[in-house]
């Protein structure tokens, strides 16, 4: 019994030694758990707002913003060449009223490379928004040409930007990663969140034949793989291309052919901004002993800040002057050129047209277009092609196997999906055909259809936490258009009164009215332009001259203010006239003097 009392006696013991073992367990992680720190809900996380301004449903005129908190972010600014319709028009660049309602919360513009479809409508909008721009060495020299040849002199904050680093604010810190294109010193842009990352590849392709300066930083966008992507904007304009690019070394190739093949001068036209193929004809053109006369602002700025740069190596003795184009045969000259901003095609129509004082085309010359023309120039393309036949010139046009596209492929685009994994995608850069084609490959490459946003302008992705929606047309945009220094005053009815102007011309009607009887005073005068040719058409001309006449006689003017009545019945009476005897519609003005 005493044995058996020891026994339950020890059992109690322990266990009420146990117990105060677990109890003082339990004190101390309860003790942790007070001193820890109280972790933050995602809840409580900025939301993340994107919103394309410009880039989607369209080619060029890139800029996507980024809103964390009471912070926005804007990726890239460029502009768009002006549609055929778009007359007088020398540039379309996105609308940033919701950006200038908001200028004190924009951090900075951040560049991934130095084309105008990226970084072009900067000159015009950086005024209004007063904000640091951020961008690699050879993109800002770029922007500061154009700014130079817009004369635009302010004050910009620029930063000068290397793959390595890394700018913090308050919401979000923004890192770079080098990228594959057609200049160097090309950038992704991360910019890291409390939710994630998101990531913008800017233009790119993938191209295992270019040198270091022009080579992607693999290892570094696998890294941000691993590290986990929330949203990933990547560049969708050739989204519709199968397989993979032409290698660059290549395109050099055929160049190189295209030379050898050419027996007098060769004239080149590509973009200003691309290097890659201006390395590859400089190259072609040494080789051969030619004599190289760079024609156009922007392509002899570009030229000069590679030079600067060490990314193209031209002594100064190979280049020459217009008027030192006599001093050599023909078969050691080779002309290469661009247009004002770039624009390689409208830079060839201005030699063919001979808008070029001293350069004509001759017999013989081997034209290279060493560029694909955007949308907008095709037809002035076939045009200018038409007319330098007509010249005699032996013509050489872009290919797939000499000219090297610039953007990535399906097989490029499903190569980068892979590598970063978003969550969440945003196709970006191209018109709808290109951003829905993108979209299946991101779906192919397993990211989530519901996670899959083509946004339209204005339209804005929302992230918090594990919740996204689509805000449709959440900010008004359009197109804000730049004739000469006026930016954004084209409105709509001047495009359309240019439209008529170019295809029905002008009608002006003009009398005189007395002060004291009210009356006509002697007969009215009429002038057309671009409408009728007056002499073939004086029947016309004599019986506009009458109704106007008649009408005068028939209603007497009772006050001054009947005036503008009168004008507008008139108008109205000529354009009946006018469209029944020819099916035509010019502006028709009416005029009137009190004498």
Known sequence: MNNEKNNNHGQK????????????????????????KPSKSRKNYPKVSITPLGGVEEVAKNMYMVEIGDEIFVLDAGLMFPETEMIGIDAVIPDISYLIKNKN??????LSNGRVSSMGAVPYIIDKLKCPVYGSKLTIDLLKNHLKQLNIRRRIKFYYVRENNKYDFNNAHITFFKTTYSMPDSLGICISTAQGNIVYTGEFKFDQSVSKEYR?????ISQLGQKGVMVLLSDSSNANVKGYNVPENEAAEQIDNAFYQANKRIIVTCYASNFLTISHIVKAALGQNRKILLLGQAIQDSINSARNMNYLEIEDDKLIGIDDLKNYPQNEIC?????EQGEPIEAMKNIAEKSITNIQIEEGDTIMIAATPSPNMEVMLFQTLNLLVELGANVVTASKRLHAASHATREELKL??????????????????NLRKHAEIAAETGVNKKNIHILEKGTTLEISGNKAKELLKNIPVGNILVDGRGIGDVEDSVLKDRKLLSNDGIFVTSYAISR???SLVGRPCIQTKGFVYVKKSAELIKEAEEKVTEYLINNPIKSIRDCSTIKSEIRSMLSSLLYDSTKRK?????????I
């Open 13 to 36: 013991i322990s266990v009420h030694k146990k117990n105060n073992v677990v109890k003082n367990k339990l004190n101390n992680i309860e003790s942790k758990e007070v001193k820890k």
């Open 105 to 110: 919360r924009v951090k900075g513009i951040f």
């Open 216 to 220: 992607a930083d693999m290892l570094k």
């Open 335 to 339: 002309i290469l050129s661009s247009g």
């Open 416 to 433: 980068i999906l892979n590598m970063l994994m978003p969550k969440h995608f945003i196709p970006v850069q191209g018109e709808f055909r």
């Open 516 to 518: 004291k009887t009210k």
């Open 586 to 594: 010019p502006i028709i003005i009416v005029n009137f003097t009190l």
